[in-house]
């Protein structure tokens, strides 16, 4: 059994927490454990972030986060049409050197099982991440 | 999402004692980095922020702290967190910023 | 500016929750205050209930909740394809003799600014309800 | 959302003391019935539901109640809701089923 959620939204940082609520009350349902959750809402919204801050579209312009619940997993997608990115430039951040920016991607890939992401530049990005439940 | 801060400066320690209570996101960050600017701008100290509080925070807050981190070096200042809540304290340790901001844990 | 934010969400009991928990961080947001985010959320509870219990379509069919904030006020929408109901058969409740059910209408009634419900026998129903802020 | 219930015969009083902790809706409503059906089903008395940690109700978790009160009063018992919230209280008020279940407001 597999229950699909889709949420709008407009790419403002007001909605964000409105996101982040709405999914960690559902992975909060699909049984996740309180370490799991926070890190399920982290993880989405950076990418929430990402969107808003990096995308080039008209602030009024919608996202779009959906999310796939079933016994063993959620999958959280965040799919947006704000213009894309060359993922090739993409620098994993030094730590030992921490900058203002850059640490958005590297936290959501710590904090979830599987990561993708795909962009096209002039397009958009969607962002898939996926945590298994009940795995050490 | 709400972020409420409270700053004080802590005349015997010489240093600014700040609390942030609540959450700091996208929508919140600009709060944050306004409060320890204007620390910064009417006396140039050590920063301790108290995280007890803090319920959430992500790459928004953490670059704001990266970026007061930056602008004290100068100055020879150091900015350092104490008492996070679980949650925090993962995200510290993920992006090794524990190694260089909380000296305590 | 009017910003317009969509869910779409399966049928089931376990999700109300969650569109209640988006649904007030969005009326908070807009800057409604504490009783009037209550009222809210009581009343787009009630009508994601109906859905979930008179609802004759599949538990899997989704239905739709669509926010649409402006300064002045929230209309939330909530349009479900499971099937309407004879609205000239609604019954206002007695509260001298009050009975299990059939309250769910009369509290979003009595809660929100304006409320207009739209049904179609073997379509659906969609319910609007209206808040404005600062309304005395 | 989440609802706890603590159920406690008072032997003094004479009454079931039932305290209702979280939110009541659609999907925690039959939680609630479950409980009330139990403690009628053990034992025959009024029941006094303590509401003071109970952050939500809508029409499912009034109904209920209501249906509680129909069962019970066969047995000429009666239920009683204590130390509701405002948010509660005023959902009891625009039902009026504050008049039949809450004496003391
Ligand atoms: N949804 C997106 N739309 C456009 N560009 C993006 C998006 N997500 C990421 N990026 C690009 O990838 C870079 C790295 O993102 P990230 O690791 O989250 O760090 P940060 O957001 O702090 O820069 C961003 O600076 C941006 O150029
Ligand atoms: N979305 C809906 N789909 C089908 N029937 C509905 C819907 N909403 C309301 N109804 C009908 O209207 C009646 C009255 O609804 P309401 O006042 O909320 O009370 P209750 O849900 O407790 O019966 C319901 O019993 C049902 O027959």
Redesign the pocket.
């Known amino acids: 059994m597999t229950d699909i959620l889709k949420f709008s939204i407009p790419g403002k940082p007001e909605y964000v927490g409105t996101v982040r609520l709405a999914v960690s009350s559902l992975a909060n349902c699909a049984g996740f454990d309180i370490e799991a959750v926070e890190d399920i809402k982290v993880a989405v919204s950076?990418a929430c972030?990402?969107?808003v801050?990096?995308?080039k579209s008209n602030r009024d312009d919608c996202y779009e986060v959906a999310c796939e619940i079933s016994e063993e997993r959620i999958i959280i997608l965040v799919i947006?049409r704000?213009?894309?990115?060359d993922m090739s430039q993409?620098q994993r951040p030094v730590m030992d050197n921490p900058k203002e920016?850059?640490?958005?991607?590297?936290i959501i890939k710590a904090l979830m099982d599987e990561v993708d992401i795909f962009?096209e530049l002039g397009m958009?990005?969607s962002?898939k991440m996926v945590k298994y439940l009940n795995r050490l | 999402m709400s972020l409420k801060i409270q700053s004080n400066f802590n005349d015997e320690g010489n240093q600014w004692e700040i609390k942030a209570i609540g959450d700091v996101d996208i929508s919140t960050a600009p709060k944050l980095r306004d409060c320890l600017d204007a620390a910064l701008q009417d006396k140039k100290a050590n920063i301790v922020l108290h995280l007890e509080e803090l319920n959430y925070i992500d790459?928004t807050g953490l670059?704001v702290i990266i970026g007061t981190m930056g602008k004290m070096k100068e100055y020879e200042n150091q900015i350092m967190l104490v008492n996070p809540k679980e949650n925090i304290k993962k995200l510290l340790n993920i992006t090794s910023l524990d190694r260089i901001l909380c000296p305590k844990i």
């Open positions: 950076e972030t990402n969107v801050c990096h995308g947006d704000a213009g894309g990115y993409y920016g850059g640490l958005g991607i590297f962009s958009g990005t962002i | 790459s670059g």
